[in-house]
T-cell receptor, first 112, second 114 residues
Framework: TQLLEQSPQFLSIQEGENLTVYCNSS?????LQWYRQEPGEGPVLLVT?????EVKKLKRLTFQFGDARKDSSLHITAAQPGDTGLYLC????????????FGTGTQLKVEL | GAVVSQHPSWVICKSGTSVKIECRSL??????MFWYRQFPKQSLMLMAT?????????EQGVEKDKFLINHASLTLSTLTVTSAHPEDSSFYIC??????????FGPGTRLTVL
């Protein structure tokens, strides 16, 4: 059983569209991170959220941590082809030491 | 800062042979290193946690005798896939941390077992 479920699993959109990726769990996380990974490379950290209800913005990307710290979302405004990649949420469970649990992943493709 | 390297970046080996993958923290001392495996179109799955100077802790379902992990120094951890078989073909990624919160990921090693 995957602790962190992401939806959608795949997303193909046109340049300029907006999108939201969801990361859901029944477990509470002390912190949650979002990564983007390109083929053949390691994941690159985008953001870390630690407080329930927290919202962070990174240019066209907006990240939100759920009030109960069980879920998170990533919203991209005016997507560009450079946003194409595998988006992964990952969390440290409360009482889980420093082990990261990765979500199931969302493959995003942004076409011209 | 906080750069993690892996070597080799890709390796092809024959079934039954052993392969060693290195993970190095280049500009910081990593008290803990993690090893992940990623199959095509899937997410990262934690294999084991490696603390410098002590035995690695393996996740459920990961064979410790098949995936040998050594973390002999604060900047180097190695993963040896012993008696590799085609089903071991995967993308192996390490991460390193010097504190409890931030893991810095390596670029990954693509293993193909023929």
């Amino acid at each position: 059983t995957q602790l962190l479920e992401q939806s959608p699993q795949f997303l193909s959109i046109q340049e300029g569209e907006n999108l939201t990726v969801y990361c859901n769990s029944s477990s509470v996380f002390s912190s949650l991170q979002w990564y983007r990974q390109e083929p053949g490379e390691g994941p690159v950290l985008l953001v870390t959220v630690v407080t329930g209800g927290e919202v962070k913005k990174l240019k066209r990307l907006t990240f939100q941590f759920g009030d109960a710290r069980k879920d998170s979302s990533l919203h991209i405004t005016a997507a560009q082809p450079g946003d194409t990649g595998l988006y992964l949420c990952a969390g440290i469970r409360t009482g889980g030491g420093n082990k990261l649990t990765f979500g199931t992943g969302t493959q995003l493709k942004v076409e011209l | 800062g906080a750069v993690v390297s892996q070597h080799p970046s890709w390796v092809i080996c024959k079934s039954g042979t052993s392969v060693k993958i290195e993970c190095r923290s280049l500009d910081f001392q990593a008290t803990t290193m993690f090893w992940y495996r990623q199959f095509p179109k899937q997410s990262l799955m934690l294999m084991a946690t490696s603390n410098e100077g002590s035995k690695a802790t393996y996740e459920q379902g990961v064979e410790k005798d098949k995936f040998l992990i050594n973390h002999a120094s604060l900047t180097l951890s190695t993963l040896t896939v012993t008696s590799a078989h085609p089903e071991d073909s995967s993308f192996y990624i390490c991460s390193a941390t010097s504190n409890a919160d931030t893991q810095y990921f390596g670029p990954g090693t693509r293993l193909t077992v023929l």
